[in-house]
């Protein structure tokens, strides 16, 4: 675990000084109405449109990311959060009125949606446009001032979210600050009322530790081990090949990437060599296509390169079989899709989150076992579940825990903006997307108005004593 030495004075200089202007702010920001925050997201929306090619760039620099996958994993999925939170802000800001019970039957109610104040937003480098602007997008709509620290190791990336964030808003509403765990720390060290990160389980507890400080809220979008099972009904066919997509999108670099595939033994074998073949089909014939190929990304840095790398050396050392793949060039930080199997399980493969292309399979032989493997891990992010036969896929949905399913594919959960994504406990806490997402950063008010016409009645303020008032209270403890 990292701790972090003393922020550059220069910089927390201008972490309190946007800090306090923003303060000052929030109120006026707070008061926008829908079509106001609407206006923002557009600027937003243009911006991004506008700087799409340098985005392009700056990710080719930081990952070597095909502009497609930029587009399909990043802007796409941005510029999606916007339009639909566009489409139905009115409705989400607009209080919604609610029952009262018997006993309160002069009274009405309502839940009115505030802005939760000062948000501060940490995320990772992986998909770092997708994971920085997604919640801003939420933020915003809900009419909070935020502050964004994306990751140093996407510097790229960072810099022309630096460029869009300045031509969209004014620091006292929007701002951001570029560098490490220093500037992060910093950041942590101010009240802020409400803290999203997205990024690891180990740094999601040092941002939750530092949020009691203040008693800020927090969303913790965090990663873990997630299974994919693939039972004896399955399309095999769709099933390696979706496996394969999202497994080596980002090279593996993905919260949302299977981490593990658990198979029917029957299918063991025919499973391997679909999934073997799609690789080629996907990324090219030969190892050295697949590495001069344009649509493989690379691993962020050497820490990371040497930390995937140790996973697939110990697994081999260990006697594994590698089935395909693995080759490495550590000049360009290039691990080519490695799918392994019989992995023993003492291999550290089966303790860490992978999050590179390194895939080892399992196979089972009831369901029962299956669950029982996957519930002795701490509670995942996302599953994949390939199965013909419904009751099974109730049965395995019923009976584990995930953050999320997709099922008979590989990710779509993430991108259905009506669905809530996050994790649970060890792959985090809180919800985002859509209006989940509007909700996370607002609290949710309840107001009671009391009838002006009622007069006020003592019958139920001490002295408590009197016949009557007992049997009445009787009643209103059983029945109201
Ligand atoms: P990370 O935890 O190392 O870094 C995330 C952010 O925290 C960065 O901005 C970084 O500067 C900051 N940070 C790092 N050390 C810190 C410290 N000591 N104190 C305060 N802040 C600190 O994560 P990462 O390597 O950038 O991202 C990979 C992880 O993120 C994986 O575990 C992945 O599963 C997870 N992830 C989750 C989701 C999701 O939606 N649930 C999405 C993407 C990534």
């Not at 006993?103 to 990772?124: A, H």
């Not at 620091?171 to 690891?200: K, R, W, Y």
């Not at 109730?394 to 590989?410: F, H, L, P, Q, W």
């Not at 994504?421 to 009671?448: I, M």
Request: hydrophobic fraction near 40%.
């Amino acid at each position: 675990m990292h701790t972090a030495p003393a922020v550059n004075p220069e910089i927390k200089a201008e972490i309190h000084r946007v800090f306090a202007l923003q303060q000052h702010h929030q109120w006026e920001v707070a008061r926008s109405n829908a079509r106001q925050r609407i206006a923002k997201l557009r600027r937003l929306y243009d911006a991004i449109l506008h700087h799409r090619k340098e985005i392009e760039a700056a990710m080719w620099a930081d990952l070597r990311k095909s502009p497609t996958e930029v587009n399909i994993t990043e802007l796409g999925v941005v510029l999606h959060e916007i339009r639909h939170t566009s489409q139905h802000l009115q409705s989400w800001m607009t209080p919604k009125r609610v029952g009262t019970s018997l006993t309160l039957f002069r009274s009405y109610s309502e839940i009115v949606y505030e802005p939760k104040g000062l948000c501060l937003i940490l995320s990772p480098w992986n998909f770092p446009i997708n994971l920085t602007f997604d919640p801003l997008v939420s933020a915003i709509a809900a009419g909070n001032c935020v502050i964004l620290k994306p990751s140093e190791l996407a510097p790229h990336s960072s810099a022309v979210m630096r460029q869009i964030v300045t031509e969209c808003f004014p620091p006292g509403e929007v701002s951001i600050f570029e560098g490490d765990a220093t500037v992060a720390q910093e950041l942590l060290s101010m009240p802020f009322n409400h803290v999203f990160f997205t990024g690891s389980t180990q740094v999601g507890k040092i941002v939750m530790r530092a949020a009691a400080e203040h008693l800020a809220s927090v969303t913790l979008e965090l990663g873990g081990k997630s299974p994919v099972v693939v039972d004896e009904t399955a399309n095999l066919d769709t099933a390696a090949a979706k496996i394969m997509w999202i497994k080596l999108v980002n090279a593996g670099q993905t919260c949302i990437a299977p981490d593990y595939v658990l198979v029917h033994e029957s299918v063991h074998d025919a499973l391997l060599e679909k999934m073997k073949a799609k690789v080629k089909q996907f990324y090219g014939n030969t190892p050295a296509a697949i590495q001069q190929g344009p649509d493989l990304c690379r691993i962020i840095n050497g820490r990371h390169f040497t930390r995937v790398k140790g996973l697939l050396d110990d697994a081999v050392q260990r006697g594994a079989n590698l089935v395909l793949g693995g080759e490495t060039a550590e000049n360009e930080q290039y691990i080519a899709p490695a799918i392994l199997t019989a992995v023993p399980e003492e291999a550290q493969i089966w303790e860490e989150e992978i999050f590179g292309p390194l895939l080892p399979i399992r196979k089972y032989d009831t369901l029962e076992h299956a669950i029982s493997y996957i519930n002795s891990k701490p509670k995942a992010l996302a599953m994949y579940l390939f199965s013909a036969d419904d009751r099974r896929v109730s049965k395995i949905i019923a009976e584990t825990r995930a953050g999320g399913v997709t099922v008979n594919d590989c990710g779509p959960h993430f991108y259905n903006s009506e669905l809530p994504f996050g994790g649970s406990n060890n792959s985090g806490t809180g919800k985002c997307h859509g209006e989940f997402g509007f909700l996370e950063f607002t609290n949710q008010r309840g107001v009671l108005y009391q009838a002006r016409w009622m007069p006020t009645t003592d019958f139920f303020l001490p002295p408590y004593g009197g016949k009557l008032r007992q049997w009445l209270l009787e009643g209103v403890v059983k029945w109201f």
